[in-house]
């Protein structure tokens, strides 16, 4: 996890610690802001580069979408 930036780091523990590993344990953005406390735009970017780099997936559903960890 090198890679990633420090903020992309908290986002991908807070998605492991809300048990976020599978497609079946989807959570929400706002899930994860409740968990590492950063203002909703940082962590939406945060997940978009998780999502980039292959270490979180985005499900689409009815009203919003979900996101898992995958590394």
Not at 8 to 28: F, I, M
Not at 30 to 38: A, E, F, G, Q, S
Not at 53 to 59: L, P, W
Request: charged share 25%.
């Amino acid at each position: 996890m090198a890679e990633l930036t420090p903020l992309s780091q908290k986002v991908h523990e807070a998605l492991k610690k809300l048990g976020a590993t599978n497609p079946d344990a989807l959570r929400t953005t706002d899930d994860v802001v409740r968990v590492t406390r950063l203002p909703k735009g940082m962590t939406n970017n945060a997940l978009m580069d998780l999502i980039a780099k292959g270490y979180a997936k985005r499900v689409t559903r009815q009203k919003t979408a979900g996101y898992y960890a995958t590394k």
